[in-house]
């Protein structure tokens, strides 16, 4: 196994990692298969396990926007090749700043406090969405799709898919409190924090179910 970091830039850099064997290989026409579940190779004399653990690697690196690359020669063996770009580079000095604002659970608890301080949905009153019908109906789009699958399914690129439509929403209204929300819902994604996100999704079904749920 070996770690690279390659073109280095202020902040970031990206980051290869490499995992070589010296196994049997992997035939050219089963190598577009190995990332699919529960495929085990017929090439293989000894097909043990369940042809789990490629697809979860592959679905791990996907969730972190990664890629995954295969070189492999019969008879001699395998490279896996691991890319993420624009990973942060965090200094010391830097994680003691930011150690507030990068920790979720923390996060979590300033957001719901700030908000059970008022009556106001993501920055809006009931009043104002029964007036501004555009927000009411971008808002209701993304509940009625978005968020629902992410909570029926719990699929990370449904909880992706639900943040990303509410970033977009915080971009175009201008929205601090709902770019805040999708911020910090990105950090549980990231974290892999099911809790974390569960309370976020339920946050939001709070926030807007009620005003919905007739329509």
Known sequence: ISFHAKNKRVGKTDILIEIKDNGIGIPPEEQKNIFKPFYQMKSSKYNEGTGLGLA????LVEVLDGSIELSSIVGKGSCF???FKDI???????????KESKDPLKNQ??????NKKSNN??????????????VKSSLYNIYNNEFKKAKSTNLFDNFKLFRKSVYELALKLDDKSLLAYSNELSVLIEHFDIEGIENYLNE???????LFKDE
Do not use: A, H, R, W
């Open 56 to 59: 979860i690697v592959g679905k």
């Open 81 to 83: 090749k691991l890319t």
């Open 88 to 98: 942060e580079v965090l200094t010391p000095d830097i994680l003691y700043m930011n």
């Open 109 to 114: 608890e300033n957001f719901n406090t700030k």
């Open 121 to 134: 949905l993501f920055g809006y009153s009931l009043k104002d969405l029964k007036v501004n019908k555009e």
């Open 204 to 210: 939001f079904e709070e926030k807007l179910g009620g």
